[in-house]
């Protein structure tokens, strides 16, 4: 990890589960899982948390389980029982901590909604961002799946996001429809475990396209090299555009290709591998309890 992040990420075991948590302002909490600690077995060992990989359902339910549980320990309160599903009932209130994750489709579109929007107006559709308000999402985390493209999280006053930025998203502009969907302002953003400039080798006409969006700066060029794209430097552009200047962006600096043992990777493993997730909600308070911290 960047050195220059761990004033604002800790890597943590939880319930014998590695994972990177990430700190945000007032009432909002986020979390990077890793692959490891899981119950799938294979080419998805072992922390899958990607219902519609071919991994077995039951090892994915598992898992999903496990990270629900820690989220929910971590806010401090017991849910519900249904944590999986992202729609139908809620569910009963259980004696263990769990919240639940809601977790979209993903197509690498533009696409943001809020937690509970997602929930009752549109499950199952394509979604490439969600928000989470105290209120409004009260009980729900916001779970989105990477295995190189790049997590961020946005958090101010009001409320958070957490967007799913590949290549196509970036340059089409889902960072900054992510801070236009927030209520208030975004303050801060951490930019989550992702393929780095170092293994991110495009096209000519990628490159190109990330050069006249964001800058030649973002683009890494050698002599008789593939073009590489620095994913994280653009996305801190679009963070600045969206009023989050480069001072208030954490970056872990982590790739997810370098560092496979650890985490999913597209571009080292193929299409057939697990999904990491990102995950994130509000603490509040709740009846019985005192004053979120």
Known sequence: M???ARTRLQAL???????????????????????CRGRSQGL?????????SLDDPVSIEANRSIVARIAGSMAGRPVYKRSVADDGDAGTPE????????????????????AAEYI?????????GLTIHPLRDRGLAATLMFADCVPVVLAGEVDA???????????GGIVQQAARAMTGPPGVAVI????????????????????DRFGAKVVRRAAGLEPRVDLWAAVTVALAEAGVPASRVTNPRLCTCCNNDLFYSYRREGPVTGRHGAVLWAVAPFPGQGEAR
């Open 192 to 211: 989550g475990p992702s393929i780095g400039p170092c293994c991110f080798t495009v096209g000519e006409d990628v490159a190109q396209g990330f050069a």
């Open 120 to 128: 009752h107006d549109s499950p199952g559709e394509p979604c490439d």
């Open 2 to 4: 960047d050195p220059a």
């Open 161 to 171: 996001a957490i967007a799913h930025g590949g290549w196509r998203g970036i340059l």
């Open 44 to 52: 998805y060992a072992s922390l899958n948390l990607d219902p519609r």
């Open 13 to 35: 075991e939880i319930d014998g589960v590695t994972l990177i948590q990430a700190d945000l302002p007032g009432v909002f909490r986020a979390i990077f899982t890793t692959r």
């Open 95 to 114: 004696a263990d901590m769990r919240l639940r994750l809601v977790s979209p489709q993903q197509e690498h579109g533009l696409r943001v909604m809020g």
